[in-house]
T-cell receptor, first 115, second 113 residues
């Protein structure tokens, strides 16, 4: 069965530092998509970044980059130059070709950016 | 509006009552999804519409849950005979097509007393 694992329930980082949020996945499907979403206390899920399983290069979007290691089945999110507004819950999610169009989410990591 | 909207933002009901939750997707988005997020968990898939039809309803927990999208735009999630375990945030998302990025609404927080 497909599964997403986020092993860090909470993380702290100092403002302006970089932080890595871990995500591992388990699937036998060769074609899949990986997503990261941010959920502030307001509750809305905000799309951050996407990586396809066949993409040759790691995805980047501004201060967000995805460290995709296919052989290790990991898709860690790197946030550079952290800002106070980055404090939120972060979810890793996957879309499996064999699972239709639905997203399967991990349990999330609560990130706190400190001065 | 520019984004996905959901109403009501909060709903408190008593055990056994019927509730309807509404989702208004981004204009032009043909795909619509419902997820349920329990406290401390990630969202869990409930149902996915492509146009008016439910393309995948494998996540609906039981037959008390039902969703419709009669005109291919607004969707309503209906829960009959609510139970305390139904308490959660119900999230709606839409995408321009199958396989595209999903944009989420702010959710409806349902509390069943």
């Amino acid at each position: 069965a497909q599964k997403i694992t986020q092993t860090q329930p909470g993380m702290f980082v100092q403002e302006k530092e970089a932080v890595t949020l871990d995500c591992t996945y388990d699937t036998s499907d060769p074609s899949y998509g990986l997503f990261w979403y941010k959920q502030p206390s307001s509750g809305e899920m905000i799309f951050l970044i996407y990586q396809g399983s066949y993409d040759q290069q790691n995805a980047t979007e501004g201060r967000y980059s995805l460290n995709f290691q296919k052989a290790r089945k990991s898709a860690n999110l790197v946030i550079s130059a952290s800002q106070l507004g980055d404090s939120a819950m972060y979810f890793c999610a996957m879309r499996f070709t064999g699972g239709g169009n639905k997203l399967t989410f991990g349990t999330g990591t609560q990130l706190k950016v400190e001065l | 509006g520019a984004g996905v909207s959901q109403t009501p933002s909060n709903k408190v009901t008593e055990k056994g009552k019927y509730v309807e939750l509404r989702c208004d997707p981004i204009s032009g988005h043909t795909a619509l999804y419902w997820y349920r997020q329990s406290l401390g968990q990630g969202p869990e898939f409930l149902i996915y519409f492509q146009g008016t039809g439910a393309a995948d309803d494998s996540g609906l927990p039981n037959d008390r849950f039902f969703a419709v999208r009669p005109e291919g735009s607004v969707s309503t999630l209906k829960i009959q005979r609510t139970e305390r375990g139904d308490s959660a945030v119900y999230l709606c998302a839409s995408s321009i097509g199958q396989g595209s990025e999903q944009f989420f609404g702010p959710g409806t927080r349902l509390t069943v007393l």
